[in-house]
């Protein structure tokens, strides 16, 4: 049925319901808008009726808030296709979500999220291995402004933490912004226009600001074994794990043995008829303190105001805990003695321990966390390889010592490209260089978030601004604080762009490997993801995560290059020659 409105009244009208309300349809055709708290309204708690055919007709009389959003949706497109806005985000994991309902709430809600993939999710999306989980308790692995009392376990598996995005991303709206099936080819700053020019496999996009949320657990690392390409069984990476192969009764190889492999063996062992692991390094691991939520617990968590913030700060303080022995490597001592202690608990095979024993300080590669994995490699049909796969030959693989063991299915447990923002090659700024290119020597940013020469782009969890023991989300949530606030600077001064001096930059990042090479992470006598191939650490945050939650609590003009007023180049420009393309 048409619409005998106009569309652009129509569609303002949705904006500001939404807003302002949650749709109750009512008897007698009644719409009922019950406002809820938003902080910038500080709204009471009132009802407003509203006559339902003063803002929608017949076909919509079902679904309101559903068919209202895809309305919208429909209606932002428009005749250019909705490709331009103030904002656009790429990626919709953790990072690309929450800076969606991050910039919304702050008035920022011109915006687009372009997502690769048919649906939202990022790495709990990809990864749908057996026995995939966090290794960060739940209630601090989830946005701060959106706790989830309901958690089933204290680390919550992989299916609850993907249904937990997607239920915060509709509660939020964030659907309205998303477009799925998008891949960013190509983007580079406009300096006539001062925009960002995207190129995709949905046509042209651009904007203002560009956001690049596609995360450091993005690419899958793939380890170049002579002869596996022909191996006659499945070969398949835990990232990208193929639900068709029936494991039960094979012989499985797992190549690896570091976060993933620690929860996929345990998972896969009870089916398979023999599981070889191939580990080029031993791992330190401590228990993980995994158990569903006891029922009164989680009674205090719905019901006692301030208890999930209780958890979460007690939670917070433990992890800081980690990070402060990580920053001093003198007293990592007890933390192996506990490590040591649970493997010998668990294994009993005196050479099957030396094989797991590591050799290197606890911290400098990803602690590890399980009470299941020792167990499983004590089960006579799971068998420990300490060597690193030199080749496949047949249903064979064999180790750089020689040890040789049969398969039928082989499971890729490598890790991803971690050091590698995956469209840094395709990212180009002011000279014409692609962010690959300025980082030749490694990944850099200012506190993480921002490169010189690529004026109004902000990346998440960027280079050297995570750990090895805080939650992501909370180094997340306080990017976010900094998004805003460079974002609000920018528009009350109505500036076109802002963008680290270089200066500022360079010293920021002399300090911060400085300060790296004291922490465990640097001097830790190991070969990590944490380091480049010239060995320099473009990962780990050296300092507390109090003083990165300062750090990125305000934004100072000082640091940038504000240009500025904005040019007289119309909003809906179209990408033409004028604005040339960087060389394909």
Known sequence: MPLDVDPRELQGAIRLAQQLAQPVVQPGGHLHWRAVSIEQQRLDDRVFPLPLPLLLT?????????RSRRLQHDLSRGASGGKEAHVIVVGAGFSGIGAAIRLRQEGFGDLLVLEKAPQLGGTWRENTYPGCACDV????YSYSFSPNPGWS???AGQREIHDYLRTTAEQYGVDEALRCDVRVLRAWWDRSAGRW???TTDGDYSSEVLVMATGPWHRPRRPEVPGLAEFPGPVFHTAQ???????????VAVVGSGASAVQVVPAIQEQAAAVHVFQRTAQWILPKPDFPVPRALGWCLRHLPGAQRVMRSAQFRMQEGFGYVFRHPRLVRPLQAAARAHLHLAVRDRRLRQALTPHYTLGCKRLLTSSTYYPALAKPHVHLHPTAVSAARGNRLIGADGAQAEADVVVLATGFHIGELPLARRVHGTGGLTLQETWAEGPAAYLGTTVSGFPNLFLLLGPNILSG???AITVLEAQL??????LTHRR???????????AVQAAYNTALQDALRTTVYDAGHCSSYYLSPTGRNTFSWPWSTGRLIRSLSRFDPAAYTLQGPPLPSPRSAPITPDHTRPGR
């Open 153 to 155: 376990r204290l680390f």
């Open 197 to 199: 020019r995207l190129e």
């Open 469 to 471: 023991s805080t939650s």
């Open 492 to 502: 009350q001064g109505g500036y076109t762009a802002v963008d680290v001096k270089p």
């Open 241 to 251: 794990w193929d639900h068709t192969v029936d494991l039960a009764g094979r012989r």
């Open 137 to 140: 308790p739940s209630s601090l």
């Open 58 to 66: 017949g076909e919509l009389l079902l679904s309101v808030s559903e």
């Open 481 to 486: 604080t900094y998004l805003c606030a460079a």
